[in-house]
């Protein structure tokens, strides 16, 4: 899969891609990363790239002409792609579309901006638009990034052995559980005594009732998107009859 980034800081994208699985993936050809700068495509002296907002105010707005050419040659490289624009009024990224999209197997073509907002025009000629989150950044590479990094994951061969794991809980959107490694005993904090009793049953059930707790405690919210199974109502119950019982502070 090839991933295109349409950006005015194509080290930021570069120096991402160098590293860790990513930057493995990219060294065995199994993803390719190629960076496009709209201001190669500026006309004037100044190689600009902004112009101030019509209708007047502050700041400056990201004109169409220079990203809309640098958009045209990236379709050139990947005709095939799906153009997504990274925007805080984008759909909110969640998992389910990191796996739509890397199921697709489309190229992705991202378009960036930086300190400023797009021209509207810009805008109309993404496919999708993107939101990492309701927060503010200086730019969108680094939700480029993340949705790279998010979909690569899926792509056969980036993780290994590791993918056949993530496609258990491939619906379920429940916390993860708490995990530990030797030492038993460290600070005086022991490791639970479940998981070291070698009951792969009791183990399992010990799990899924942490990540149910987890998942109560910080985001109740991800309970009413949960594909429950069987022996969950059970766990759930005695979950919250133990949150009930829990002196302040404890835990
Ligand atoms: C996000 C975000 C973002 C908005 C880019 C202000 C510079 C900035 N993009 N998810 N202009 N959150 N973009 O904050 O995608």
């Not at 991933?3 to 860790?20: D, G, K, N, W």
């Not at 907002?53 to 379709?75: F, S, W």
């Not at 197997?105 to 939101?131: K, P, V």
């Not at 309701?134 to 730019?139: E, I, M, N, Q």
């Amino acid at each position: 899969m090839e991933f295109i980034f349409i950006t005015l800081f194509p080290e930021m994208i570069e120096q991402a891609s160098r590293v860790s699985i990513i930057g493995r993936a990219v060294e065995q050809g199994l993803v390719s990363v190629t960076c496009i700068n709209p201001r190669d495509y500026a006309t004037d002296r100044h190689r600009s790239v902004d112009a101030s907002p019509c209708g007047g105010g502050a700041g400056m707005v990201l004109q169409a002409g220079t990203y809309c050419k640098a958009l045209d040659r990236a379709r050139e490289l990947a005709p095939d792609a799906l153009t997504v624009a990274l925007t805080p009024v984008g759909e909110p990224l969640r998992q389910p579309r990191v796996e739509a999209l890397a199921a697709a197997g489309r190229d992705l073509i991202f378009l960036c901006g930086h300190y400023e907002g797009f021209d509207e025009r810009i805008l109309e000629r993404a496919d999708l638009r993107l939101s990492v989150g309701d927060f503010v950044l200086t730019g969108g590479e680094l939700p480029a990034l993340c949705i790279m990094d998010a979909v690569a994951r899926f792509l056969p061969g980036v993780l290994g052995k590791m993918v056949s794991a993530e496609e258990d809980s491939f619906a379920d959107v429940l916390l993860e559980y708490p995990q530990y490694t030797r030492p038993v005993c460290y600070e005086g904090r022991q490791v639970p005594e479940v998981l070291l009793s070698g009951n792969h049953a009791a183990i399992a059930r010990w799990r899924r009732k942490e990540a149910l707790r987890a998942t109560y405690r910080c985001r109740p919210e991800l309970l009413g998107r949960m594909h429950w199974q069987k022996g969950d109502g059970a766990l759930f119950l005695e979950m919250l009859e133990e949150e009930k019982t829990k002196q302040p502070g404890e835990g």
